[in-house]
């Protein structure tokens, strides 16, 4: 994107990852020229609520369209989804949501020949039996829902790339820390809410086992990467909307032990229950030497660096 002419759109943008995204985009090419668009509206003065906002169910294809046309979007950032364990308790909303909502999206990027769609994929992906290092290219089988339709999702992302020549992008991103919106029902939620646990002076009682270990990203380096894959020439790239991107892995009893460091007096109770089979069918990390050798991806918090920023970010939002 090139900072004079681009309009975005940012669907789901009141969520975790929105919040902060959006923002950023309007930092970097104007608050004119970012629009953002959910089922909530923004909370009432905060920084998001600046910005042009639209209600905007992302599975109504007329709506969808019209918000494109009055805007003049040239890119649209599609992250409005239903999460691993939201997705579990209603499969057949998280269907209809996460790819009526993608095809919209791809349909209109056609239509209307946007310069881009990026729309996010997961961990997810993966299913039981994949190897603790997930490979770019791998068998992928999830048992999820919600991991199905992002199999689905990095297909279409095929086929609509061959098919109309549809430029869509997108990074398989890990559980993702933040300390500006929580997340909205996955199974990686315990890594933010252990957070508001220790910050608060309280136990925190953890869904899954002291042992399970994921890859995770903290939210810079998750709106890093979206700008980065966003931004990349076209002709480097060698995938659509699956791209590997790694940063930290650690297992619960690492982090709490990180938080302990500020908090000596902390305690995690573990009650592992059905969200801990979720986790055990994803990786421990993941092989990103696509995102690194096409588009010179490159994260740049590690455990130490991010839990200390938390801490910080959290004390000041919370005490
Ligand atoms: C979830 O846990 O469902 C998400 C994800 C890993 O995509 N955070």
Same mark, same amino acid.
């Given at each position: 994107m090139t900072k004079e002419t681009k309009k975005i759109l940012v669907t789901g943008a009141c969520g975790q990852i929105g919040s902060e995204l959006a923002l950023k985009l309007s930092e970097l090419y104007g608050k004119n020229n970012v629009v953002i668009s959910d089922v909530a509206e923004p +909370?009432?003065?905060?920084?998001?609520?600046?910005l042009t906002f639209e209600y905007l169910d992302v599975t109504d294809f007329a709506t969808f369209e019209s918000v494109v046309r009055k805007h003049n979007i040239d890119t649209i950032v599609h992250l409005a989804a239903i999460l691993s364990v939201v997705g579990e308790q209603n499969p057949q909303k998280c269907w209809n949501i996460n790819i009526s909502g993608t095809l919209n999206a791809f349909n209109l990027g056609v239509k209307y020949e946007l310069s881009k769609v990026f729309v996010p994929s997961s961990i997810a992906v993966w299913g039981k039996? @994949?190897? !603790?290092?997930?490979?770019?290219d791998g068998i992928l089988k999830p048992t999820t829902m919600y991991g199905v339709t992002k199999v689905t999702i990095e297909l279409l992302g095929d086929y609509y790339f061959r098919k109309f020549g549809l430029d869509c992008r997108g990074v398989r991103y890990p559980g993702i820390i933040s300390a500006e919106t929580l997340p909205g029902g996955? &199974? &990686?939620?315990y890594a933010v809410e252990i957070f508001y646990s220790a910050v608060k002076g309280e136990d925190y009682v953890c869904? @899954?086992?002291? =042992? &399970?270990r994921l890859p995770m990203m903290y939210m810079p380096d998750c709106i890093k990467a979206a700008i980065d894959l966003i931004n990349a020439? !076209?002709? +480097?790239?060698? #995938? #659509?909307? =699956?791209y590997n991107v790694g940063s930290m892995s650690f297992d619960v009893a690492s982090l709490a032990k990180e938080i302990q460091k500020y908090y000596p007096n902390f305690k995690v109770i573990y009650k592992p229950d059905f969200r801990q089979e979720i986790a055990d069918s994803w990786?421990?990390? @993941?092989?990103d030497s696509a995102a690194r050798n096409d588009w010179g991806w490159k994260p740049e918090f590690d455990l130490e660096r991010m839990v200390k920023d938390m801490i910080e970010k959290l004390k000041a939002k919370l005490l």
């Open positions: +909370k009432p003065g905060s920084a998001l609520a600046d039996g @994949v190897p !603790k290092i997930a490979p770019q996955g &199974t &990686t939620d869904f @899954v086992r002291e =042992d &399970t020439p !076209k002709e +480097k790239l060698t #995938h #659509h909307c =699956d990786p421990d990390d @993941v092989d």
